[in-house]
C-alpha cells in the first residue's frame, strides 16, 4: 500500500500557494474549508485544484469546496 495520502488540494489565495494533503475525503474538505474561510475573510481570491485516487471523491470535494466559496463570496 502507498504511504502517500490520498487527497491533494492545491489552493491559491492571491499570492500565496497551498498545498494541503490529506488521508480522507472528510479531513480533505475541512482543511481546504478552513483555508478558504480564511483566505476570504483576508479579502483573497481562491482558486483551487483537487486530486485523488478516488475519482468520485475528488468530484464531491470540487463540489463541496465550490459551495464553500460561494457562501464565503455572498457573505
Known sequence: MSDSPLFE???TTGAAATILRAESESLA??????LIRRAH????????TVSGR????????????????HEVERA
Not at 475573510?41 to 483551487?48: K, V, Y
Request: hydrophobic share 50%.
Open 9 to 11: 488540494i492545491r489552493i
Open 29 to 34: 474538505a475541512g482543511k481546504a474549508e478552513e
Open 41 to 48: 475573510h483576508r479579502g483573497s481570491d481562491i482558486a483551487l
Open 54 to 69: 478516488d475519482v468520485q471523491a475528488v468530484r464531491r470535494i470540487e463540489l463541496y469546496l465550490a459551495s464553500v466559496i
